[in-house]
């Protein structure tokens, strides 16, 4: 189930409370076309990874400090955050790449469980070249206090 995060300690206190979950935080909007369209297949996701990923909904406009730490400036955004690192950013209502997005992170449970770690390390090694090299819009460009709940517990 996507969780509407209420307010900042609403928010840490999800983060904390997802443990070594995959986070996926989804920068949206009422008055956001794309954010209601791509909302039914977030929901689909969030329903079927809930024993390994948390769903968290931020309003932009009714959390906006939220929104700054993030450096949001279009929606909807999804963050995708696991044991306090920022994984992957991506803009826009494309229910593919999220699927995608989903699959690849919280594939690595399902993995690690059906393969040897050193089949896991092969198979993983260059998947994450798109990341490294990333868009403009990449964990590099978030603030350090970003994910602040994850890292202090």
Sequence with gaps: MVHMVQSKEDFEEQLTNAGDKLIVIDFCANWCGPCKIIAPKLEEL????ADRAVVLKVNVDENEEITNEYNITSMPTFVFIKSGEV???FVGGNSDKLVKSMEKYVG???ASTDQPATEINAASEGADTEQATGP???SQDMPATLNKGVLDN
Aim: glycine letters at 0%; aromatic letters at 8%; charged letters at 25%.
């Design 87 to 89: 994984l992957e950013v």
């Design 108 to 110: 690595d449970v399902e």
């Design 136 to 138: 403009a819009t990449s």
């Design 46 to 49: 969030a329903i079927q990874y």
